[in-house]
Nanobody, 115 residues
Framework: QVQLVESGGGYVQPGGSLRLSCAPS????????RAWYRQAPGKQRELVAV???????NYADSVKGRFTISRDTAKNTMYLQMNSLKPEDTAVYYC?????????WGQGTQVTVSS
């Protein structure tokens, strides 16, 4: 019954920044990976950023150097810091937590980059 609640999406001009947040309704244990995905209209969902249990991160080539995935254990929250945003970053962004037992998804938050 655990849910991932996302926030931080919005409308921003090219070159701007946004920080997405994702917080589970209750603490989740045995996390294997934390990740952010996005899906643009008419497109397939794609992996944007992922963090493994040892802290290793990986990013889609299209966002390397601009996006950063992080976590705050004390606040039980994960983040996606997005800088130098481009129109092609426009999509619905979803957080994901994969555990040994369940695969949790956020409800999605809209990010629109336009002048």
């Amino acid at each position: 019954q655990v849910q991932l609640v996302e926030s931080g999406g919005g409308y921003v001009q090219p070159g701007g920044s946004l920080r997405l947040s994702c917080a589970p309704s209750e603490r989740i244990f045995n996390i294997i990976t934390r990740a952010w995905y996005r899906q643009a209209p008419g497109k397939q969902r794609e992996l944007v950023a992922v963090m493994t249990t040892d802290g290793t991160t990986n990013y889609a080539d299209s966002v390397k150097g601009r996006f950063t995935i992080s976590r705050d254990t004390a606040k039980n929250t994960m983040y996606l810091q997005m800088n130098s945003l481009k129109p092609e970053d426009t999509a619905v962004y979803y957080c994901n937590l994969y555990t040994y037992n369940y695969d949790y998804w956020g409800q999605g938050t809209q990010v629109t980059v336009s002048s």
